[in-house]
């Protein structure tokens, strides 16, 4: 490889972390015209084995290594990094790591330390697991702030949903003092069926054949999910360090067929609102919520059929701003993560002056 | 001043430009605290004559200024930008000029020359002046890019909605097919009036009452201001040099009261539609037309109230993205140009390494 080149590990070849495989391969050209930097996939690594090609990998090598359960075993998480400080020819370009494995609210594990590694070598990281940015998201800025990687987390706050680049990027200036949300399709989903007069028992089962419930619903039934997300997103935008029991949560496993089918009868549907508020003084008190909730007629949640998802920023400079729409969770958070990695790109650019 | 500055020279200081003034100043220990780089407002140019002093200036400096009229006559356009050339301290880092005089979609000008020669000497510019863009793009663009300057423009794509961001930043690595947009305020508001019974007069002149509409409406009703919209983004978005004449534009002026009232009772309200699709192959052909349609049911677009604008993209690995809402034009595009400062000195910070 002559030109620049940065190397990309990912962790966790689940069906999110192969699409991303998929479309990374497929844009690299773009992105090394675009950046002058092209990513090369050289590492795959999952719970218990690893494969690595230093000279990069393609998509048919993993789908190949994932069906071959025996095959091929590289080096594990974190000795992987060591392994690549060997092997990047510009020292001064280092790797990204793209965490993908399955996410664990509570104690944000295995990614939480998968991510402490990586940053702690000054690996960027694009995280798609949600538990490590719940358990420790200022450790995790404070850590990369100090080793002068990139943390970046599109794909763990609502997949294509664009929720934190509006707040960071596109607000810039712009002070927000409140974030409502509808986060989580797969609930949306659910009180849309309602809506139409199914049970939520039924409405459930159907989301779980269409692959949009997952076997085990309770992180979004309960409303985990929106919780965690609403919290990445005032962490985020307001520079805080609250927790997930900040979150005053109630999910939609009790609401009555009878109440959604009243409300979207009169033009205010019950969403899953998450909404975040903060006190109008500086420093001021910040209030979490999330629970089912009729929209007002004529707020821009009222229309969202399906799985689609929305954000609404009330800021004082700009005024309100909603974002609604962005691909479904595989194609979508995929999408996201490759996003963030140009993003990664366009700002080592920038700094080594290409 | 001890720390990095940059100057920043504001052309017009008509009402967005006197609210940008204020923004900045009120948001400039901001910027600072995040970028390192403290933006010094150092001249304000008007078509003939201008406030200058390299120390800096404050909103009362100017709002005095503009009040008397013989007052502090400095240096003109484009003078001022060499003079500016001895006063930084730090020759690295380049100003930034903010284009806001009144736009002229025909030739472009003044913007047009003011921006040329800033680019030219390497300025920055952020134009709120939707001419020079609709008029020479690509040249710019080009020439910004021959001299490493940066141009940026989110004020003259629609202020606070963020059209072009979201494109280019948030939707970054995704290839988009199509364009739609409710890009004029005014035209939304006399259409939301006819839907509740109004004639197009009568809802013309309360717009104008309100100073929602101009004195001489032409360019919005009859859907220059659309139409000038949505090429910038076209180009913008697809790297092409298109120009109006390219847009089959048509107006709200011949539509009749009877049509917007059905068709708000139906669920299907009338919109000044500004569309832009590319042909899925690669280099295809691209339509754009502005004209007014019935929005379907369901569409992100039936709830736009008053002078409310949106735009929705149709992509392929994002799927479709709508953003509505953003604060009026005056505040909001002061805001949309003050993101854009915010934007020129995070790239800055990056580059010079601090």
Chains 1, 2 share one sequence.
């Not at 029991?245 to 033009?267: F, L, M, N, P, S």
Request: aromatic content about 6%; some cysteine.
């Amino acid at each position: 490889m002559g030109s620049l080149w940065v190397p990309v590990i990912l962790n966790g070849p689940g069906r999110v972390g192969t699409k991303f495989v998929h479309l990374l391969w497929d844009k690299a050209p773009y992105i090394e015209a675009r950046t002058g930097i092209r990513p090369v996939l050289v590492a795959v690594v999952d719970a218990d084995r690893s494969l690595f090609s230093p000279d990069g990998l393609t998509p048919e090598d993993i789908d190949r290594w994932k069906r071959d359960d025996g095959q091929a075993s590289g080096p594990s998480f974190p000795d992987i990094l060591d392994t690549m400080a060997d092997v990047g020819p510009v020292p001064y370009l280092p790797g990204i790591v793209v965490e993908a494995t399955p996410t664990d609210l509570a104690t944000g594990e295995p990614g939480l330390g998968h991510i402490t590694r990586a940053l702690w070598r000054g690996f960027s990281v694009i995280t798609l697991a949600k538990g490590p940015l719940v358990v420790a998201f200022q450790q995790l800025r404070a850590l990369a702030a100090d080793t002068g990687a990139s943390l970046r987390y599109s794909g763990a706050a609502a997949a294509a949903l664009p929720t934190v680049d509006t707040a960071l990027y596109s607000m810039a200036g712009a002070d927000i003092v409140e974030i409502e949300g509808v986060l989580n399709g797969t609930t949306n989903y659910v009180l849309n069926s309602m809506a139409q007069g199914m049970d939520y028992d039924e409405a459930l089962t159907e989301a779980q054949e269409m692959g949009v419930a997952e076997a085990d619903p309770t992180l979004d039934v309960q409303g985990f999910d929106s919780a965690a997300k609403l919290l990445i997103l005032a962490n985020t935008i307001w520079g805080v360090d609250l927790c997930l029991r900040d979150v005053t949560r109630q999910g939609i496993t009790q609401i009555q067929k009878e109440t959604v089918v009243r409300h979207a009868r009169k033009g205010t549907p019950v969403r899953l609102l998450a909404r975040a508020t903060r006190d109008d003084r500086e420093g001021g008190a910040i209030q979490m919520t999330v629970r089912p909730e009729p929209v007002p007629a004529g707020h821009p949640f009222v229309n969202l059929p399906g799985t689609q998802k929305a954000v609404r920023y009330l800021s004082r400079q700009m005024g309100e701003i909603t974002i609604m729409g962005g691909a479904g969770d595989v194609a979508g958070a995929a999408a996201a993560a490759l996003k963030d990695l140009i993003h990664i790109l366009d700002e080592m650019k920038l700094r080594i002056g290409i």
